[in-house]
């Protein structure tokens, strides 16, 4: 299986990691495809590739939305026909299924190998993640889902002191 990723170190590390994980656990030789973003693109846009690694930064945090922009072609209540090999912008991903919360429940499993290849478009395997580390003096930073701290709040209190024994003391 051949899977397509563009140039950059965390998504090989991924990839390879994935194709570990394939090749273990469902005997899946993988050949990892390096290309450059516009290499990468026109394959994507020709259908050269069997697994393409994509990537999507998210709104908001509600999953219906999610749901809308890594299922494009699918709407609430059934399971839609997009082909894998179909890309949609986030704008139009948005405007193309707007499913609700409660029809996401309502969708039917899917069952066999063949419904599968048919219907999914995009499998979710792995999130990105980060990390803040602030000071105990800096009150107000903070975290949400969506990684994007508001800074408005963010306070240095300069009367703060370490509280306990100091570093290094018994």
Do not use: C
């Amino acid at each position: 299986m051949r899977l397509l990723i563009n140039r950059n170190e965390q998504q090989r590390l991924v990839a390879q990691s994935v194709a570990t994980m394939w090749h273990n656990v469902l005997g899946i030789e993988t050949e990892i495809v390096i290309k450059n973003w516009d290499e990468y693109e026109a394959a994507i846009r020709e259908g050269d590739y069997d697994v393409v690694r994509r990537g999507l930064v998210m709104q908001n945090h509600r999953r219906a939305h999610k749901h809308s922009y890594a299922f494009p072609g699918q709407r609430s209540g059934r399971t839609g026909s997009t082909s894998g090999r179909e890309a949609a912008s986030p704008a139009s991903a948005g405007e193309a299924a707007k499913p609700r919360e409660k029809g996401l429940r309502a969708m039917q499993p899917i069952e066999t190998e063949a419904q599968a290849l048919r219907d999914l478009s995009a499998m979710p395997i792995y999130f990105a993640s980060s990390y803040s580390l602030v000071k105990p003096y800096v009150s107000g930073f903070d975290s949400n889902v969506l990684d994007t701290p508001s800074l408005k709040a963010v306070r240095i209190n300069i009367d703060w002191k370490q509280s306990g024994p100091a570093k290094g003391s018994p």
